[in-house]
Every structure is written in structure tokens, then in C-alpha cells.
């Protein structure tokens, strides 16, 4: 039976009262960070050697583009209404959060062990094969870049049988306490230069988005017309705090190598996420009714049913054909970013990593799939809690200076030591109990 086969089989028996839109958002969300990632990558093959650049940096006229393609919002507001969903399966069925989280963990991390694992191979290759540091970190750390999501998602998800209770109980007050600490967060950091506490926005500012898919399961958001001026509001504020304030204009990436506005994130980002999420969720109705239908409905599921992998391996699969080109003498890496010819061109670059990517993906999607044994031992709350915050610190450690050379010796081996580690002491290894 084919891929395309089965998902119109599960497509068929999703249940009556199931939210489709949620997932199509997510794959959809997905789907935009991915080619938004292949788009900014300016490469260009001249003499002999190869230039890497930022489009946003060569062309800032294109940084308006981020505001369309920082869709991360989005996938953290998705998380929070399938978080809401889960917890709330999971207190009818009597499951208690030890074993829910590590069914959660379990999708989440598999995945990502599966590609941490082959970059390190990699690296021990390349390192073997006399590559400079220098080369194996510029490639680890370009493919890497995804990790960072779920370095602080995975957290997110520790936290939200914590963040739902405040939700329940206190409703959007506990939305507006994380929004206002994230506000204050980034008075510190441009009002009393104090940028070390910007770093803990990774977590106010996705708690305060992620707060919002509470919002929605739960039917707090009104209805489109009150959502469309959400929206408004949202990017009126967006527009000040850009045009007014100190925030760089560039949603997506740094172009200000000194300012950020989502490394660390900045209140910004929840401006953007309101703007978007009113827009969205004011459409919901016609959108299910969309969905209702076999093929775009099949479709969502297949997208979903491999989520994950897509997203981990779409920079990694980048990396490997442009190191393919660069060894064919910089076949199709002539075209000066920018240019005309190169705005032409991307249409086929993006089919090009698509179809290199699809089937990595169906090689490796299996391990996302892959639940835990029903008779599988289910750690401590505490071991899992620990290890996941050894295993994020690792993952945070990796996708910020890669493999290869870093500030300190031996970085990378500590690093991917804390996942193994972090992952083994969750329970997420074979053998491990």
C-alpha cells in the first residue's frame, strides 16, 4: 500500500469532533519555515570558492518578507492547543504526568536523536578525514538551526501540565503575567543594557504564545470580527514597537548582528503571533469546512504523520547539495544572489531540496512514528524532568555552535554527551529503563 494510500486510510477514520484545522496549521507552519530557511540561504560559487551570505543582509528591501515567514508563532500556539487537548485525554483516562510526558518526549525526541546521531557520525568522519573544525562547525551549526525549537518546545511541554492549571484557573491573567514579564524582559535588555536576562524570553514570551492555544481550546478568542481586530491590534503594536521602538525590523534571523528580534525573542514575536492568530482563527469556519473534504484532509495527515522529520532534515539535506555542487565546481551556485536571474531560480532550488528531502524524509519518518511499548517502564516525574533539561541543554549547546571548532575544547563532545545522557536518563534510549 502506498504512503499516499494509507493516509486517505486515516484521513477516513479521524474522529467526528477532531479539530482539523489544528493540524493544518502545523503542516502548514511547517512547511513555510522550511522554504522560508532554503530561500534566505545565499550562496554564490565564483573563482573557485564559495560565499555564503544572508539575503536579508544583501537585500534588507526583503526583510518585510519575515513578517510573512516568522510563522513560529503559529506551530507554539498549535502546540498549546494539542497540549490543552492532551492533558485533558489524559485526566479522563487517569494518566498521571510521569506517563504523559513520556509519551510526549518519546515523539518528540526519537526524531531528533536520529539526526543528532548522524551529524556526530559525520563529524567523527569528516574530523578523521583531516576536515578543518572550522568546515564541520559552518556545516553542523547551518544544519542544525532547527534544533533550537525543540530545545525550548521540549520545555514548554515539561511545563504545561503547570502553565494549563494557571490557564484554568486564572484565565488570560496568566497570559498577560508571562507577556508582561516578557515585556519587562526587553526593558532590561535595550533601557539597562542588561542583554544576559534577554536569553530568558525563550521562555516568556513561547509561554505567553503557547498561552494562547489554551485560549482557543478552550473558545476564548470571540468571534471573527473581534478576532480580526485582535489582529489589528496586534500589528498596530508590531509597527510601533518596529517603527517607534528600538526592534529591528527583520522578524526572522540577524541581520543586526547586535539585535535580534528572535535570538533571544523579543515581545515582538508575540505581536507578530496575535496578528497572525487573529487573522487565522478568524477563518477557522470556512477552513473546516474545507477540511472535511478526503484529499486536503489526507494530505494535512500525511504532512503530520512525518512533521517532525521534515523539519529536523530540511537544512541538513541544503548542507549536503551544496556540498555536492561545490564539488561539481559550483554547479548551480553561479547565479548572484539577489539578482534577477537569481529571484528566477528559486523556484527550482526550492523543488530541487523538496524532492531531495521527500525521500530522506520516508527513509527516516519510521522513528517518528514509533510509540512507546504499552509494557514500556515509565521513569520517575523527576528523572524525566532532569533528563530532558540535560537533553535541551545539550540540544541548545549543539545548535548554537554545531560540531567542530568552538569556544571551548571539546564543546561538541560534552554537548552530544548531555543528549545521550539526558535522553538515557528519560528513558527515550533502548535499554535504558
Not at 37 to 66: C, F, M, R, V
Not at 139 to 152: D, E, V
Not at 240 to 249: D, I, M, N, R, S
Amino acid at each position: 500500500m502506498s504512503i499516499w494510500s494509507q493516509a486517505k486510510d486515516l484521513a477516513a477514520q479521524t474522529p467526528s469532533d477532531r479539530n482539523r484545522y489544528v493540524d493544518f496549521l502545523r503542516a502548514v507552519s511547517i512547511l513555510v519555515v522550511i522554504t522560508g530557511h532554503w530561500l534566505i540561504a545565499a550562496l554564490y560559487y565564483q573563482d573557485g570558492s564559495l560565499t555564503i551570505g544572508k539575503l536579508l543582509e544583501l537585500q534588507p528591501n526583503t526583510q518585510w518578507l519575515t513578517w510573512l515567514f516568522q510563522v513560529m508563532p503559529i506551530f507554539f500556539i498549535v502546540g498549546g492547543y494539542a497540549n490543552a487537548v492532551s492533558l485533558e485525554s489524559a485526566r479522563r483516562r487517569e494518566i498521571g504526568y510521569a506517563s504523559w510526558l513520556a509519551a510526549r518526549l518519546n515523539r518528540l525526541v526519537t526524531p531528533l536523536l536520529v539526526l543528532l546521531l548522524g551529524w556526530a557520525l559525520l563529524a567523527a568522519i569528516l574530523y578523521f578525514s583531516g576536515a578543518s573544525g572550522d568546515v564541520t562547525r559552518l556545516a553542523s551549526r547551518a544544519a542544525l538551526i532547527p534544533t533550537w525549537f525543540l530545545a525550548i518546545y521540549i520545555m514548554v511541554v515539561v511545563l504545561a501540565p503547570v502553565t494549563y492549571i494557571a490557564w484554568r484557573r486564572w484565565g488570560f491573567a496568566s497570559f498577560w503575567a508571562l507577556a508582561a514579564v516578557g515585556a519587562l524582559v526587553d526593558i532590561a535588555f535595550f533601557a539597562a543594557d542588561l542583554q544576559w536576562m534577554g536569553w530568558s524570553n525563550y521562555f516568556w514570551i513561547w509561554l505567553s504564545v503557547h498561552h494562547l492555544g489554551y485560549a482557543w481550546r478552550d473558545g476564548r478568542m470571540g468571534s471573527p470580527a473581534r478576532l480580526l481586530t485582535y489582529s489589528a491590534l496586534g500589528l498596530l503594536a508590531l509597527v510601533l514597537l518596529v517603527f517607534k521602538g528600538p526592534y529591528p525590523f527583520a522578524m526572522v534571523g540577524s541581520p543586526d548582528e547586535g539585535l535580534s528580534n528572535s535570538r533571544p525573542p523579543k515581545i515582538t514575536l508575540l505581536m507578530l503571533g496575535i496578528s497572525q492568530f487573529g487573522l487565522l482563527l478568524a477563518i477557522e469556519g470556512p477552513m473546516r469546512r474545507m477540511l472535511s473534504g478526503i484529499r486536503m484532509w489526507a494530505a494535512t495527515v500525511l504532512i503530520n504523520s512525518m512533521i517532525m522529520t521534515l523539519y529536523l532534515w530540511h537544512l541538513t539535506v541544503m548542507v549536503i547539495i551544496v556540498a555536492l555542487a561545490y564539488l561539481a565546481g559550483g554547479v548551480g551556485l553561479g547565479v548572484e544572489p539577489g539578482s534577477v536571474d537569481w529571484w528566477v531560480t528559486r523556484p527550482i532550488w526550492v523543488v530541487v531540496l523538496y524532492a531531495t528531502l521527500l525521500p530522506v524524509t520516508l527513509l527516516f519518518s519510521p522513528f517518528e512514528r514509533r510509540s512507546r511499548a504499552t509494557d514500556a517502564a515509565v521513569p520517575a516525574a523527576a528523572r524525566l524532568v532532569c533528563g530532558a533539561a540535560l537533553l535541551c541543554l545539550g540540544v541548545a549547546l549543539l545548535a548554537r555552535f554545531g560540531f567542530g571548532s568552538a569556544p571551548l575544547p571539546k564543546l561538541d563532545i560534552a554537548a552530544f554527551l548531555m543528549v545521550v545522557t539526558g535522553a538515557a536518563i528519560s528513558g527515550l534510549l533502548p535499554g535504558f529503563k
